[in-house]
C-alpha cells in the first residue's frame, strides 16, 4: 500500500497486550490514523496522531514518530473481540484522502 | 439506519456485464470515495468526489467510472467486469475536518465469473 508496511499477521492472548507496528515513507504529510477492522466488515476509526508522542484512548493507545516514519497501535488487556484486522493510514496526495497499508491481523487466542 | 449505506452487499455476475454499485449518506458530507480492498494489498483508491460536480480519478481507476448523483449518492459503475474486479468494495465519506478520518459503508462483496 503505497510504501506503508506492517506486520501480516500477529497473535496474542487474551488479556495480554500487543504491540503493532507501522513504518511508512515520510514525505512532508501529518498525521496517521488506525482503523480497526472485522472480517467481512468495514473499517472503524480508532485513533488520529497529528503530533509525536503517546495518545490514549482506554485500551487502546497510538503513538507517532514524524521524523522516523513509524507509528504503533498498543492494545492492552486483550479481549476476544479484538481480534481483527488493523490498518494504519496516511494522508495521501490527492488532499484528504488516505493511503491505507495492508493492514495486520490479529488474532487473539484464550 | 447506516450513516453509510451500500447496495448490494453482494453480488455476482459475468465477465462483460455492466454492474453499478451504489451509495448513500446520510452524514451531511461533501466528500465521498470509492475504495477496492483485496488481500495483501489493503485499500486503494478509485475515485473521489468532493462536491456534486466534482470528480476525480484515485490510484486504479481504469475500468470504472463514477457518477455523482446528489450530495448524498455517490454511484460506482464497471463498465464491462473482468474477474480480476473481484473484490470488496468500500465507499467512504468524510468531512472537511480530516482528524475524524472517515465514515465507511458496510461494503459490497462483488464476484466476476
Known amino acids: 500500500g503505497q510504501n506503508i508496511d506492517q506486520p501480516t499477521e500477529m497473535t496474542a492472548t487474551e488479556g495480554a497486550i500487543v504491540q503493532i507496528n507501522c513504518t511508512y515513507q515520510t514525505s512532508g504529510f501529518n498525521g496517521l490514523f488506525w482503523y480497526q477492522q472485522h472480517a467481512g466488515e468495514a473499517p472503524t476509526f480508532l485513533s488520529y496522531?497529528?503530533?509525536?508522542g503517546l495518545e490514549e484512548k482506554g485500551r487502546f493507545s497510538s503513538f507517532l514518530s514524524r521524523s522516523k516514519g513509524y507509528s504503533y497501535l498498543l492494545l492492552k488487556e486483550l479481549q476476544m473481540k479484538d481480534s481483527a484486522s488493523y490498518l494504519c493510514a496516511r494522508p495521501g496526495d490527492y488532499g484528504q484522502n488516505f493511503v491505507f497499508g495492508p493492514g495486520t491481523r490479529l488474532s487473539v487466542l484464550p | 439506519d447506516a450513516d453509510v449505506t451500500q447496495t448490494p452487499r453482494n453480488r455476482i455476475t459475468k465477465t462483460g456485464k455492466r454492474i453499478m454499485l451504489e451509495c448513500s449518506q446520510t452524514?451531511?458530507?461533501?466528500?465521498m470515495y470509492w475504495y477496492r480492498q483485496d488481500p495483501g494489498l489493503g485499500l486503494r483508491l478509485i475515485y473521489y468526489s468532493f462536491d456534486v460536480k466534482d470528480i476525480n480519478k484515485g490510484e486504479i481507476s481504469d475500468g470504472y467510472s463514477v457518477s455523482r448523483q446528489a450530495q448524498a449518492k455517490f454511484s460506482l459503475s464497471l463498465e464491462s467486469a473482468i474477474p480480476n474486479q473481484t473484490a470488496l468494495y468500500f465507499c467512504?465519506?468524510?468531512?472537511?475536518?480530516?482528524?475524524?478520518?472517515?465514515?465507511f459503508g458496510s461494503g459490497t462483496r462483488l464476484t466476476v465469473v
Open positions: 467512504a465519506t468524510s468531512d472537511l475536518d480530516r482528524d475524524y478520518g472517515y465514515t
Open positions: 496522531n497529528v503530533l509525536d
Open positions: 452524514k451531511g458530507h461533501d466528500r
